[in-house]
């Protein structure tokens, strides 16, 4: 049975994140989506070019699923001020031009994917009275946690507050879907266990259709180098002290490179402490295209995840993780709990504390101390773990049938 289905989501195409790949391959299915959302600026914090902030736009993804936007005040290069307003704008832009927008529309299920904010799922809720829909949200951050681990937020009387905002969403979804195990008791502190369901991420793993060519300053560094790159946002949470840390113990190697892939709110940090500290070592080619990564990730030697030493992120498993291990490349992790684990368990690399430069060093040294082709068995273990547990297209139909089922039966 098709199903019609509305996404709620703060972020969208041409942003990168995994509910791009999500609604391709609902639609290849056999599905009808609809999108509503905001402008694009992350993670730069600039409104992508052939957009503007103000006014509602319409556009169409992948020639059929009808994209539908909303005005909003871009994050800037973050800091609390311009996040909260970032944040509301979306909300109140949500509530007031999606009900119009989508008149007259009918919808089997409402899906909110939720990276921070939680409250980007205030729009759908209103949504899910007028339409008489399913609602489900899935869960990529922990509020209030997030806001604490990050900084953002450290009054307690504000975090209850927020605590309670959360508690009222969780308890107008029917569904709460959870991207790491982990989340499931932290969750079912604001909602009912048996609305929680484990969820994990996903990319889409197949062969891209159309590669893009990446610089060919980049290209020679990664195939003359030992290079363990990180791809994604190069932001508060991502441990960079630590790296920049650990490439200053590494520069007297002359074959190690540390490449770090992305954009985000301490790009210009690391930019000065780059500069600062001459660490030639420290590679920061910027951002790319989603299909500009297989290429990058080929090529690397190993590839790395970094979070910062917070409970919050030692439940959180970061999307990054499955599009590694899906790579086939062998994984250095310098964080705690769920990520960590999983890296160990999938026998795809190797894995050292948050925050600890020493034992990440040394598991630098130890992978490229490693032969050719035991990088390569990690690489291919990986990759098996990835087609076991977190492969797209079986991830697709089990979330379909989660957004068709009355009851979720608990936690799976």
Known sequence: MKSK????????????????????????????????????????GKIFDGYRAWGGQREVYLGNV??????????????????????????????????????KREFDAVLVFAPSPVIQAIPAIFLKWLKRA????????????????????????????????VKGVYQCCDTVLVQ????????????????????PNSIDARPQKASMPIPQGLREILDRHFCIV?????????????????????RDDPDIRLVLVGSG????????????HRLDNLILPGRFQVEA?????????????????????????????????????????????????????ARAGFASPAEKVLPLVENILAMKALGGVEREAMGKSGREYFE?????????????????????????
């Open 180 to 199: 790491s195990r982990a989340f499931i008791d932290p969750v079912a502190r604001y909602t009912d266990r048996s609305k929680i369901v484990y969820y």
């Open 230 to 250: 990180f791809a994604g946002n190069l932001g508060t949470a991502q441990a960079l002290d630590t790296l920049v840390q650990a490439a200053m113990q590494l």
């Open 293 to 345: 990564m297989p290429q990058i990730y080929e090529r690397a030697s190993a590839l790395l995840i970094s979070l910062n030493d917070d409970e919050i992120f030692a439940q959180t498993i970061p999307s990054k993780t499955q599009a590694y291990l899906a790579a086939g490349r062998p994984i250095i992790a310098c964080m705690n709990g769920e990520g960590a684990r999983l890296v160990c368990e």
């Open 265 to 276: 709110s301490r790009l210009d940090w690391l930019k000065s402490q780059k500069q600062a």
């Open 5 to 44: 289905i509305l996404l709620v989501t703060q972020y969208f195409w041409p942003e990168s994140f995994i509910i791009n790949d999500i609604v391709r391959n609902l639609v290849e299915l056999g599905h009808e989506v609809v999108v509503a959302t905001g402008k694009p600026n992350y993670p730069d």
């Open 388 to 412: 076991s547990h977190f492969e797209m297209r079986r991830q697709v139909q089990v979330l379909v049938e989660l957004l068709a089922k009355k009851s979720t039966g608990g936690v799976r």
């Open 134 to 165: 399913k609602l489900v949200l899935w869960v990529q951050d922990l509020w209030p946690e997030s806001l604490l681990a990050t900084g953002f937020v450290r009054k307690p009387y504000l975090l209850k507050v927020v605590g309670w905002v």
């Open 66 to 103: 009808e994209v539908l936007r909303v005005p909003l005040w871009p994050r800037g290069q973050g800091g609390a001020k311009n996040l909260v307003i970032n944040y509301l704008s979306f909300v109140l832009s949500g509530l007031i031009f999606f009900p119009w927008l989508l008149r």
